[in-house]
Each structure stands twice: as structure tokens, then as C-alpha cells.
Nanobody
Framework: QVQLVQSGGGLVQAGDSLRLSCAASGVTFNYYGMAWFRQAPGKEREFVAAVSWSGGDTRYSEFVKGRFTISRDNAKSTVYLQMDALKPEDTAVYYC????????????????????WGQGTQVTVSS
């Protein structure tokens, strides 16, 4: 099973940018598709973005499309989430996730689709 360690996050103002990182270990990273989810207080964990094992296919939720960018560096076994034009409603704990079998990037937007999870990192956006 892949081990995922997250970094980044913090407190920013509306309109600012942040980049989250998620480093994988214990497996061959480029066998895994990766995703980011988030969970706000009192809400369910929701899909943010996903990227295929090669990095060639990506998918975004409607509420981040055009503002967030998911990418990966297989040489560093790391996936990133670049978050621009942040809004107060983006405030949440963000989680990276990994999935071993990856056929269609558009198919994996449920937390139940993923095998392994990072520890979570808080992102707080003030107005």
C-alpha cells in the first residue's frame, strides 16, 4: 500500500494562492492515479481534482475548474495541487488519495474509488 505524506496549506487571504504537495513512497508511483479531495467542517469529503498515472489526463470539480491545477512529477513521486484565486468557501482540510487501477480519469470522483489517503492539511482562506 502506498504511503502518502502531505505538505503545504495554511492561512491565506481571499485571492491568494497556495500549493499543496503529496509525496508517495513504498510503491512505484507511476502505477497510481492520484486525486485531491477536501472536507469542510460539518460537510462530507468531496472531490476536487484527479490526474492519471501519466499526468496526461486531468479532471476537476466545477467549483475549482479554472482556479486549481493538479499535476504530478513521477520522478519525485509527488502530486501537486496549485490553488489560485482562493475563496473563503475553499476553506477545508485537503486530502490526497491514490488509486492503483486507473482506466478512465473521468470515472474516479468518489472517495470510495481510492485505496490510500494522505494525513490531510488545513487550508483556511479569510475574506
Amino acid at each position: 500500500q502506498v504511503q502518502l505524506v502531505q505538505s503545504g496549506g495554511g492561512l491565506v487571504q481571499a485571492g491568494d494562492s497556495l500549493r499543496l504537495s503529496c509525496a508517495a513512497s513504498g510503491v512505484t508511483f507511476n502505477y497510481y492515479g492520484m486525486a485531491w479531495f477536501r472536507q469542510a467542517p460539518g460537510k462530507e469529503r468531496e472531490f476536487v481534482a484527479a490526474v492519471s498515472w501519466s499526468g496526461g489526463d486531468t479532471r476537476y470539480s466545477e467549483f475549482v475548474k479554472g482556479r486549481f491545477t493538479i499535476s504530478r512529477d513521477n520522478a519525485k513521486s509527488t502530486v501537486y495541487l496549485q490553488m489560485d484565486a482562493l475563496k473563503p468557501e475553499d476553506t477545508a482540510v485537503y486530502y490526497c488519495a491514490a488509486r492503483r487501477v486507473w482506466v478512465d480519469t473521468a470515472a474516479y470522483d468518489s472517495l470510495h474509488d481510492y485505496d490510500s489517503w494522505g494525513q490531510g492539511t488545513q487550508v483556511t482562506v479569510s475574506s
